[in-house]
């Protein structure tokens, strides 16, 4: 039997221990703060309060040149609600999405799985050649679709013209414009998209892939029951930072090319908040605009992690 004063010193010198892994703790703690502290210090700046600022401006009627403010509530987001041109920015946003996922998501998984999978020689050839436009300006690539769609003189007129066939003003004309700003943005996007892909692509294991091709399995199923399925990691991280990425980038063949015509029929929600707060210096109205539109996002992205996540393939 221990005795009444080991016993206390057992306690003591446990509560030293405890004391001193509590210390490590705390002091571990503090580095790991300390290590957060400058990103963020820098996402306060540039997101946060620019985010809370925008939600305080949407409640309020100022041109950015008037010192004073005036405050309206919700009447922004009602009005926003009761314009047509929301619905027809969201219908261009919709449709730009859509588009931008096919040519950003759908062609480069295809493309890089028949590169991986398929084609043996001139690999490295290829990936230099597809990606090489990501590194070029965006403005630059707007102003060189500009003259090679121009529907006049341009080269692809000139061709037209010998096949006896008369190219369409396209910047005029709705729907067709949306169609061709997001091909002029594909070509920024596609290259990254294609080798992030091609990462996750060639990381599905080749004995899986040669096990199918001895059995005879085609092409296509191996595409879709091995390869999609066992490289969804990858795809859903490419399907969000194009709907991300790709609404942010047409920005400048926008700005470039229609400034959202004709008749707003190019323009989309960042180039309708832009429009909103620095043409027409509606501030109130710009900020109620980007806040919706980010709710939407949000909505979109908790719908995505809920029905689409759980269904993602994780090899660790």
Same mark, same amino acid.
């Given at each position: 039997m221990e005795s009444r004063e080991e016993i206390l010193l057992y306690r003591k010198k446990e509560r030293v221990q405890k004391a001193k892994i509590l210390d490590f703790r705390t002091k571990e703690k503090i580095i790991a703060y300390l290590f957060i502290l400058p990103s963020f210090t820098v996402f306060s700046l540039f997101m946060f309060w620019p985010l809370l600022r925008t939600i305080y401006l949407s409640f309020f009627s100022w041109n950015m040149i008037k010192p004073t403010k005036t405050f309206v509530g919700f009447d922004n987001y009602a009005a926003l609600f009761k314009d047509p041109l929301t619905y027809k920015v969201m219908g261009n946003t919709l449709a730009y999405i859509l588009i931008l996922l096919i040519v950003n998501c759908v062609a480069p998984y295809i493309l890089s799985f028949i590169l991986s999978a398929v084609i043996k020689r001139g690999k490295e050839f290829y990936k230099s050649v597809i990606f090489l436009p990501s590194v070029i300006s965006l403005v630059v690539g707007s102003i060189l679709y500009l003259w090679i769609l121009n529907p006049i003189s341009g080269p692809l007129a000139i061709i037209a013209k010998m096949l006896g066939i008369t190219l369409p003003i396209w910047s005029k004309t709705e729907g067709l414009v949306i169609v061709v700003l997001s091909i002029i943005t594909s070509w920024k996007i596609f290259g990254y998209n294609f080798i992030v892909i091609l990462a996750g692509v060639s990381g599905v294991s080749s004995e899986v892939i040669e096990a199918a091709k001895l059995d =005879?399995?085609? /092409? =296509?199923? #191996?595409? &879709?029951?091995?390869? /999609?399925?066992m490289s969804s990691a990858t795809?859903?991280?490419?399907?969000?930072?194009? #709907?991300?990425?790709? &609404?942010?980038?047409?920005? *400048?063949? #926008?700005?470039?090319?229609?400034?959202?015509?004709?008749?707003?029929?190019?323009?989309?929600? #960042?180039?309708?908040?832009?429009?909103?707060?620095?043409? &027409?210096?509606? *501030?109130?109205?710009?900020?109620?605009?980007?806040?919706? *539109?980010?709710?939407?996002?949000? /909505?979109?992205?908790? /719908?995505?992690?809920?029905?689409?996540?759980?269904?993602?393939?994780?090899?660790?």
């Amino acid at each position: 039997m221990e005795s009444r004063e080991e016993i206390l010193l057992y306690r003591k010198k446990e509560r030293v221990q405890k004391a001193k892994i509590l210390d490590f703790r705390t002091k571990e703690k503090i580095i790991a703060y300390l290590f957060i502290l400058p990103s963020f210090t820098v996402f306060s700046l540039f997101m946060f309060w620019p985010l809370l600022r925008t939600i305080y401006l949407s409640f309020f009627s100022w041109n950015m040149i008037k010192p004073t403010k005036t405050f309206v509530g919700f009447d922004n987001y009602a009005a926003l609600f009761k314009d047509p041109l929301t619905y027809k920015v969201m219908g261009n946003t919709l449709a730009y999405i859509l588009i931008l996922l096919i040519v950003n998501c759908v062609a480069p998984y295809i493309l890089s799985f028949i590169l991986s999978a398929v084609i043996k020689r001139g690999k490295e050839f290829y990936k230099s050649v597809i990606f090489l436009p990501s590194v070029i300006s965006l403005v630059v690539g707007s102003i060189l679709y500009l003259w090679i769609l121009n529907p006049i003189s341009g080269p692809l007129a000139i061709i037209a013209k010998m096949l006896g066939i008369t190219l369409p003003i396209w910047s005029k004309t709705e729907g067709l414009v949306i169609v061709v700003l997001s091909i002029i943005t594909s070509w920024k996007i596609f290259g990254y998209n294609f080798i992030v892909i091609l990462a996750g692509v060639s990381g599905v294991s080749s004995e899986v892939i040669e096990a199918a091709k001895l059995d =005879h399995v085609p /092409l =296509h199923r #191996i595409f &879709l029951d091995i390869v /999609l399925p066992m490289s969804s990691a990858t795809g859903i991280y490419v399907f969000v930072m194009t #709907i991300v990425q790709g &609404l942010q980038y047409v920005f *400048t063949p #926008i700005k470039v090319i229609t400034q959202g015509g004709p008749d707003n029929g190019s323009s989309n929600a #960042i180039y309708n908040a832009y429009q909103e707060a620095f043409v &027409l210096y509606r *501030t109130g109205t710009a900020s109620a605009f980007a806040i919706v *539109t980010m709710g939407l996002f949000v /909505l979109l992205l908790i /719908l995505e992690f809920k029905f689409v996540e759980r269904g993602v393939y994780y090899e660790n």
